[in-house]
């Protein structure tokens, strides 16, 4: 009923940059707040950055002053801006949404994205 795909991933070297979207669609009413998870090899899924409906952002101690998240509510899309990547910030990158999913249903549901994969690297 709701989907969200992003895109952006791919591989960069240490120092680099890459912008990940995040496109939902579907019977969306009003989508809460956004966020990006990431989960490297062996790891468990940990929260990268997250935006509210009223743009207030909150990051991972890991990510904070490299990492940049935006939103475009009319569009129904996130971005998250990766600069000065290192290889630990390689990982398979998932996109969240907290959807008030439009009616009959009318509830707040969580979707993810399929993820996509970042790769820091020489």
């Known amino acids: 009923q709701v989907q969200l795909v992003e895109s952006g991933g791919g591989l960069v070297q240490p120092g680099g940059s890459l912008r990940l979207s995040c496109a939902a669609s579907?019977?969306?009413?009003?989508?809460?707040?956004m966020g990006w998870y990431r989960q490297a090899p062996g790891k468990e899924r940990d929260l990268v950055a997250q935006?509210?409906?009223?743009?207030?952002?909150t990051y991972a101690d890991s990510v904070q002053g490299r990492f940049t998240i935006s939103r475009d509510s009319a569009a129904n899309m996130s971005y998250l801006q990766m600069n000065s990547l290192k290889p630990e910030d390689t990982a398979v990158y998932y996109c969240?949404?907290?959807?008030?999913?439009?009616?009959?249903?009318?509830?707040?549901?969580?979707?993810w994205g399929q993820g996509t994969l970042v790769t820091v690297s020489s």
């Open positions: 969240n949404a907290a959807v008030l999913v439009a009616p009959p249903n009318f509830t707040y549901q969580q979707f």
């Open positions: 579907g019977r969306i009413f009003r989508i809460n707040a």
């Open positions: 935006i509210t409906s009223s743009g207030v952002t």
